[in-house]
Nanobody, 121 residues
């Protein structure tokens, strides 16, 4: 069974930095686009950043210039470096990956269970 597990969340003061990691495990053939999403209390889940298998990244306007997404295909991992954090960044952060399980199968989206990031003012 495929699992994505996030780590690196915690409590940080405004202006600080945090680095999130997400590692995929299980019987995986290939991982295509990966991304980070977040959900604040009472708000819908929103896209934070995505990165293609070729390394092309896209960011939400709210985090552009402050966050950097990266990946390590050999480790089946995706990362999110968060700098200049603001209280409005407080949310549960989820990683996502488009994963195929066999050479003949198509891609399916998988989600981690999330890691909490709290930014105090």
């Amino acid at each position: 069974q495929v699992q994505l597990v996030e780590s690196g969340g915690g409590l940080v003061q405004a202006g600080g930095s945090l680095r999130l990691s997400c590692a995929a495990s299980g019987s995986i053939f290939r991982i295509d686009t990966m991304g980070w999403y977040r959900q604040a209390p009472g708000k819908p889940r929103e896209l934070v950043a995505t990165i293609t298998s070729g390394g092309s990244a896209r960011y939400a306007d709210s985090v552009k210039g402050r966050f950097t997404i990266s990946r390590d295909n050999s480790k089946k991992s995706v990362y999110l470096q968060m700098n200049s954090l603001k209280p409005e960044d407080t949310a549960v952060y989820y990683c996502n990956g488009a994963i195929s399980l066999t050479v003949a199968a198509g891609y399916k989206g998988y989600w981690g269970k999330g890691t909490l990031v709290t930014v105090s003012s």
